[in-house]
């Protein structure tokens, strides 16, 4: 009975240590089957590889060999030049793949016996032939293109030439030459047509000789892969004299024409209110300086565009250049740009473009103010529109708030209401007279002081506070006038303070900047002290006003609305520069005029 039990027991064990075995028997079976396939893999793909190169150097064989036994007037490309009967572009099917083959053909001006329009002038230019020919594959793996190239000479001494030579130069925006910038040539004035396509060397220059004479024949196109383009233009209707007509070739001459390209750049558009709100679909004008005619005018840019329902618009593939934008929206005027038109896109660069525009209010002026010597915009100007029963007081490149008149009464927690403002102490007389802000009277005597505290100003968006002011400035003897100010994001929290920013000190007209700690605040509310001495003269006020900016404010620039037809004068000052009058009349709906200051 135990000799039985041993055996069903030893059965069991060798049951499965079988299959364990089996088990890791399929595991080494499968691991040595795989590197045999990746073994077999790679040495398919080498063979692989390698039989597409000595296909391919058979085919560059090939096709020298159809050059070496050509005669020379022959070998050329069919419609290019020089002419002959190669041709520029084939596919050419060997083993299991398809190539591409391109042949290239030029004359060469060798300096041995002079150049063509040089000391001495070689009247025979083309000298000899280069032939290049270039094997590429792009259904073969990790094949790189095969460039071969070989001269070819003729038999005996080459003859005066009736043709001409064609150079193309070609710049980046820095005026530094460029290779590799691809070329296009067309004639399409004879026929056979020619038809040219090559690249700069490497002195960005792509000469061509022994080139058939033609008037205005040879169309130019240049570019480059993610580069703008420069081309020659025909005399047409529309622009009748180009800046740059097809090239003319002469017989025994040189003629060398240049472009300019350089990488791609981007505009980015906002339209956007003067609080820094999106404002959508402002159509306006974008026209850059570079021309492509005169006489009349032909802009080589001249579009209409529109940010979109967000304010927002983003331009790719824009050429460098300086580009003047221009209002012909039927809703909005702009009433500041930034940065300031013109504005110029640097090469490979994303210019950020802010349109800032309000409600068409007829009768609108956008002035811009410059700095004489650098001609950047000139922030800080006070610019004083006036004429007969009008003056209006702005500072460029900053936003303006204010208030001039407080008979509407107190009560108002938010400034919609221009005459009211919110509380006072009740020693102030806020209507008589109309427009003006002082110290009440009791039985015919000044009472000795009051306070009275505005409604809350929106700035739109988080602002930096700048300075604050108000008119008159001269204060009786006796008398002073007080200010703080309180700001903040929620429009409920004010905490009044002075020009450092604690509630200790007071504005006064010695110091009027506002203290930086207010900065990055949406609203501001002012606190006013009016003080007297005297029983019969107070102090009084017209006018308070505060200036601010913010992310979309326009550097050297204010605008004004709503005016009337006719004759204005600018007084502009601004301290360390010479004050100036200009006068502008009004006549249009939107104008705008540009200043330039000159410091003392």
């Given amino acids: 009975m135990s000799r039985k039990l041993n055996n069903h027991h030893n059965k069991k064990f060798s049951l499965g240590f079988t299959l364990v075995e089996l088990i890791v028997g399929v595991a080494v079976f499968t691991v040595i089957v795989v590197a045999v396939y990746n073994a077999y893999t790679s040495i398919f793909n080498v063979v692989s590889v390698s039989r597409a190169k000595i296909d391919a150097i058979d085919l560059v064989n090939e096709q020298l060999e159809i050059v070496r036994n050509m005669p020379y007037a022959s070998v050329g490309i069919s419609g290019g030049i020089p002419s002959g009967t190669l041709t520029h572009i084939q596919s050419l099917n060997r083993g299991a793949e398809t190539f591409s083959v391109m042949t290239t053909v030029r004359n060469v001006d060798d300096p041995f016996d002079g150049t063509l329009g040089g000391t001495p002038n070689d009247t025979a230019p083309a000298d000899f032939k280069t032939v290049e020919i270039e094997i590429s594959c792009a259904t073969c793996k990790n094949f790189n293109p095969m460039i071969v190239t070989t001269r070819v000479a003729p038999k005996s001494l080459e003859n005066s030439s009736s043709n001409g030579a064609l150079f193309v130069k070609v710049f980046d925006a820095n005026g530094v030459v460029l290779p590799d910038a691809a070329v296009h040539i067309e004639n399409n004035l004879i026929s056979p047509h020619i038809v040219v396509d090559d690249v700069t060397n490497s002195a960005g220059m792509l000469q061509i000789v022994d080139v058939p004479p033609g008037g205005n024949a040879y169309e130019i196109t240049v570019t480059k892969s993610g580069y703008s383009t420069d081309k020659t233009y025909q005399a047409v209707q529309n622009n009748p004299h180009p800046t740059k007509p097809h090239a003319t070739v002469l017989r025994g001459q040189v003629t060398q024409v240049s472009f300019a390209i350089d990488r791609l750049a981007t505009f980015s558009f906002s339209s956007l209110s003067d609080t820094c709100a999106n404002v959508g679909t402002i159509d306006f004008t974008l026209l850059s300086s570079k021309n492509v ?42 009433i500041g ?12 660069s994303t210019q950020a473009v802010s349109l800032i525009v309000a409600p068409k209010n007829p009768k609108t002026l956008l002035v811009t103010v410059k700095d004489g010597v650098t001609g950047l915009p000139l922030s800080g100007v006070s610019v004083d529109l006036t004429k007969a029963g009008y003056d209006s007081i702005k500072i460029t490149g900053q936003g303006f708030l204010g208030q001039t008149d407080w008979s509407g009464g107190g009560g108002q927690a938010t400034s919609t209401d221009k005459t009211k403002y919110f509380s006072s102490d009740g020693n102030m007389e806020t209507a008589s007279p109309v427009g003006d802000v002082t110290l009440k009277k009791v039985f015919g005597d000044y009472v000795s002081s009051g306070s009275l505290i505005s409604s809350s100003f929106d700035t739109g968006a988080q602002s930096n506070f700048q300075g604050i002011d108000w008119t008159p400035t001269d204060e009786p003897v006796g008398s002073t006038v007080r200010l703080q100010i309180a700001t903040n994001n929620d429009g409920a929290t004010w905490n009044f303070t002075g020009p450092d920013g604690t509630a200790g000190t007071y504005y006064t007209n010695a110091n009027k900047n506002i203290s930086s700690t207010n900065n990055g605040n949406r609203f501001l509310r002012y606190k006013l002290f009016l003080d007297t001495t005297s029983t019969i003269t107070a102090p009084n006020i017209s006018n308070i006003s505060f200036t601010y900016t913010l992310s979309c404010t326009p550097p050297g620039q204010v605008s004004f609305s709503a005016l009337a037809s006719g004759s204005y004068t600018m007084h502009l000052s601004k301290t360390g520069y010479a004050n100036q009058d200009v006068p502008v009349t009004i006549s249009g709906d939107w104008q705008s005029t540009s200043v330039t200051m000159q410091t003392n």
């Fill in 337 to 348: 740009l930034n940065p300031l038109s013109p504005v110029t896109l640097a090469p490979n």
């Fill in 293 to 334: 005619g005169l006489n009349p005018v032909v802009p080589k840019y001249n579009q209409n565009k529109v940010t979109n329902g967000s304010g927002l618009l983003t331009l790719s593939g824009m050429e460098w250049d300086t580009y003047t934008i221009t209002n012909i929206d039927t809703a909005y005027d702009f």
